[in-house]
């Protein structure tokens, strides 16, 4: 099963500060997505990014958020100005070994805006 | 658009009773269906999923759930509650412009001594 961590499992920001959130799955993907969970609410997709290209997106993936793959190892969400209503657990995902129909998520970064 | 509901927003079972976990789905396209489960302050894992072969899917842990067309519905279930299967449970579905999942908003799982 493939794994995936997410830096920094933690963290606190001020309101309108940039942020930027990093899923480094363990061996090489060129797929991957971002999800989000609001404190008690549902998951909710954000992107998805393939071969360096958003392939997918939702309405809440406003111009605000963005998605890189800078290095071809690990991938980030930045959050160029955060509001308030950006505190949520964000979790990346990759397709697991069972294939596209399948998704892994990493353990999340829990994003705290004050 | 894939969408799915949860019906019970709690449920509460004691140990050794039959968990039943209720998902219907809407959707316009024969449906990918999943279930997740979130431990406390981890991230999703997968139970098992409907990729259109059997319509009885076995997943981790004991659990299991059944695709029923005519009823738009794919419930989880499992015959005999542990303690460690407290937890949050998420049914799914896949989007049908790509692979995106399409989450419910969760059923918390109780189990009683």
């Known amino acids: 099963e493939p794994e995936v961590t997410q830096t920094p499992s933690h963290q606190v920001t001020q309101m309108g500060q940039e942020v930027i959130l990093r899923c480094v799955p363990i061996s090489n993907h060129l797929y991957f997505y971002w999800y989000r969970q609001i404190l008690g609410q549902k998951v909710e997709f954000l992107v998805s990014?393939?071969?360096?290209?958003?392939?997918?997106k939702s309405e809440i993936f406003d111009d605000q958020f963005s998605v890189e793959r800078p290095d071809g190892s690990n991938f980030t969400l930045k959050i160029r100005s955060t509001k308030l209503e950006d505190s949520a657990m964000y979790f990346c995902?990759?397709?697991?070994?069972?294939?596209?129909?399948?998704?892994?998520f990493g353990p999340g970064t829990r994003l705290t805006v004050l | 658009a894939q969408s799915v509901t949860q019906l019970g927003s709690h449920v509460s079972v004691s140990e050794g009773a039959l968990v039943l976990l209720r998902c219907n789905y809407s959707s316009s396209v024969p449906p990918y269906l999943f279930w997740y489960v979130q431990y406390p302050n981890q991230g999703l894992q997968l139970l098992l999923k409907?990729?259109?072969?059997?319509?009885l899917v076995k997943g981790i842990n004991g659990f299991e759930a059944e695709f029923k067309k005519s009823e738009t519905s794919f419930h989880l279930t499992k015959p005999s509650a542990h303690m460690s299967d407290a937890a949050e449970y998420f049914c799914?579905?896949?989007?049908?412009?790509?692979?995106?999942?399409?989450f419910g908003k969760g059923t918390s799982l109780l189990v009683t001594p």
């Open positions: 799914a579905v896949r989007s049908n412009s790509g692979y995106a999942l399409n």
């Open positions: 995902a990759i397709p697991s070994s069972g294939g596209f129909n399948e998704q892994f």
């Open positions: 409907y990729t259109s072969a059997a319509t």
């Open positions: 990014f393939y071969n360096n290209e958003i392939s997918e």
